[in-house]
Each structure stands twice: as C-alpha cells, then as structure tokens.
C-alpha cells in the first residue's frame, strides 16, 4: 500500500479533535487582534505621557546634567511610566487571557514579580541604548541613523552574548539534561553537529507557560539548547530528538547572526524613516519635542510600534524560512518525521495549524503545524527506507 502524506498530514492535525482544533483557531485569531488593540494601548499611553507633560519637566530639571546622563534618566522614567499606564492591558493579554486559555498556571503574584523583574532589565538596557542613539544624533550629524542602524547591531550581539549567562537565569532555572537515554541522546546528536555537549539544557519554562516549546539562544560561547520541561517531560524520546534537532539546526545554521543582521538593517530602515516623519508624529501628539530631544521618546517609541507591526510580514517570512530550514535538518540528520510530526502536533493547541495563507503569512512567524507535518510526511515518502525506528518514552 503507497504511503499518502497528505492523509498521513490530515491525520495527525485531525489527532487533536474538533473541539481542540476551535478553540487553537480562536485563541490565534484574538492573539493577531491583540496586536491591533497593543498598537491602540500604545498610542493612549503615548498620549497621556506627552500630554501630562512630566518628560519635559524632567528634562528641564537635569538641564544642568550631561546630555547622555539627561538622556539616560528621560528614558528609564519613561519605560517605568509606560509600564504602569499599560499594566491592566498587560495582565489582560499576558496572564488572564493565557489562564482563560490553559496556556498558563503561574500565579498572579509571580507573574507580577517577574514582571518587575523584567522591567527593571528592561528599562536598564533600552535606557543605555537610547542613550548611546540621541549621542549619535548629536553627534553624527544627518547620517545619524546609519550608524544608529550599526549601533542597534552591536546592542544586539551584546545582548545574544549576555542573555543565557546574566538574564534568562533570572526567570528560569537551567539544568544540564539530567543523566540517562536521553541525555545519551542528545550528546551524541551535539558531538555529530559540532554543538557543545555541555549547552544542551532543560528549564522549568512550565512556571510561565504550558506551552510545548524549546529554543536556542546567544552566540559564540554562550550560546545554549534549552528544552523547557513541559516538552521534555511530555514527549518521547524520539520526540526530544527530533525537536533537538531542530534546535541544532537553528545553532549550525547560524540563524542567530542572520536575525541580527536582518534586524540591524531593519533598524536602519526605522531610523531613517524616523528622520523624516518624526514631525509629523510629534505634531500629532502635541509634542513640541525636537526628534534629538530624550523628552520626546514616547512619540519615538511609537513610532517602533508602528513600524514593527507594518514591517512584521516580513520578519515573519524570514522567520518561516528559518523554521522550515530547521525542520529540515532535523529530518536530514535525525531522521524521525513521525515523532518530529507529533511533536510538532503538540504545538497546534496554541497555534491555529490550519491557517489561511493570508493569515499565515501576515502574522505567523512558524510555517503553519499542517504545513511542517506535510513537509515531514514527504520526506518520510520520499526515504521510507532510510527512516529509523521510533522508540519508547522519555519519561
């Protein structure tokens, strides 16, 4: 009988019945009308704080102050003030609307605190960022916003390199995978791709997400395969390799300097535009803020809102391009398209897996569940007897 990728394909999305299948549609959708209702969220909070008008007094107190120092503090106040005026929406669509899905069990309180948490990293580095781009303004006269562009790129790279070590370790707790088959695994999967034996981890990513999910992330020496434990306790063993390879492919392939590289060069394209709407925007607002003025920020920052949503179709392609490179080293040095299949099925509860192409290619940054399942389906026709035997469970 002549193995059929597309009912193979069918089957599997079909696994999850029709209720499950509703309610991973309903949960996408409101996820891309989220985007539209931040954008809105965005230009409120934008709105209160150059209308309250409490930037340019502060700027106007540091006047004395050096330029970077007046800067600095003009962009850490601002987060801050953000974060509190968009905090109802952020507990909305961030905890309640995860609770109300099943997405998530991590209670209120330590929710909060890592909002805090975050925060406090957050308006840290974007603060030192801003910082080091109205420097550049002063600085280096109406080509500012290409080397702001070079700028955001070594920011970038600072933070790839920085993030495993110094700041994912003050949300999640990172372990070497645990001794046994599987670590045997997946240190014989490292050892054949170059990947340090020592970077493939496990993390309670169950405290923020119920989410089937792994990832890889920084550069050079810091870079790091880690499998949330919600993956790594609910899969098989062949699962946890095939995901595993996938991940490794991210890591071989070098998907990491790509996307600094792409978003460097998008970050050109944002200040440039900047340089010459700000204006516009300002006028808006009702900010008499100069664009190389901190005080202005808010009107800045909403103008990256604006721009990363008009710009997400794009990002969102090179992405699937990504994901589907990935895939495909996966099956190429893996070899397991069933269980890399049903892993990836373990995806679809959060991830509509039959979109719409205009839906898919607007807003999902993964090829559709359907889409990669297929892809798996035809490999596994097209080298049914290269396959290898899938095994038992990881528990």
């Not at 601002?78 to 069990?105: C, H, K, M, N």
């Not at 920052?301 to 392609?317: E, G, I």
């Not at 090829?367 to 596994?380: F, G, L, T, Y």
């Amino acid at each position: 009988m002549t193995f059929d990728p597309q009912a193979a394909t069918a089957a599997y999305i079909d696994s999850l019945g029709s209720a499950a299948l509703a309610k991973a549609a309903a949960y996408t959708a409101g996820n891309h009308w989220l985007l539209l209702w931040g954008l809105i969220v965005s230009a409120i909070c934008t709105w209160l704080i150059v209308r309250s008008g409490v930037l340019e007094r502060l700027a106007a107190r540091l006047g004395h102050r050096g330029p970077n120092l007046r800067a600095f503090v003009i962009a850490v106040v601002y987060f801050v003030l953000a974060w509190l005026i968009t905090l109802p929406w952020d507990l909305y669509s961030e905890w309640w609307r995860e609770q109300s899905y099943g997405r998530t069990s991590q209670p209120l309180t330590d929710w909060a605190a890592q909002q805090a948490i975050a925060l406090a990293v957050f308006a840290l580095l974007v603060g030192l960022f801003f910082m080091g781009v109205y420097a550049l303004m002063r600085r280096a006269g109406p080509r500012w916003w290409a080397w702001s562009g070079g700028f955001t790129a070594v920011a970038l790279a600072f933070f790839l390199l920085a993030a495993p070590a110094l700041i994912e370790p003050l949300f999640n707790e990172y372990r070497p995978v645990p001794a046994g088959e599987v670590r045997d695994a997946l240190v014989v999967m490292a050892q054949e791709s170059g990947v340090p034996t020592g970077r493939i981890f496990v993390y309670d990513g169950s405290r923020q997400s119920n989410n089937f999910t792994a990832n890889v992330s920084g550069v050079a020496g810091s870079a790091r395969i880690a499998i949330s434990d919600v993956a790594f306790k609910g899969a098989s063993l062949d699962e946890v390799r095939a995901v595993t390879g996938h991940e490794i492919g991210h890591y071989v392939l070098h998907h990491v300097w790509r996307s600094v590289i792409v978003l460097s060069l998008l970050a050109i394209l944002f200040f440039f535009a900047a340089d010459r709407l700000y204006p516009r925007f300002a006028r808006a607002f009702g900010s008499s803020a100069r664009l190389a003025d901190p005080a202005g920020l808010p009107v800045l920052v909403f103008m990256v809102s604006v721009m990363s949503l008009l710009m997400q179709p794009a990002v969102n392609t090179l992405s699937r391009m990504d994901e589907s490179e990935a895939d495909r080293y996966s099956l190429e040095t893996v070899n397991l398209p069933d269980a890399l299949a049903t892993a990836l099925v373990k995806t679809a509860e959060y991830r509509n897996p039959r979109p719409g192409p205009l839906q898919e290619f607007l807003f999902y940054t993964h090829p559709s569940v359907e889409r990669r399942v297929r892809a798996a389906m035809e490999w596994k026709a097209a080298h049914a007897p290269e396959v290898a035997p899938e095994s038992r469970d990881a528990s």
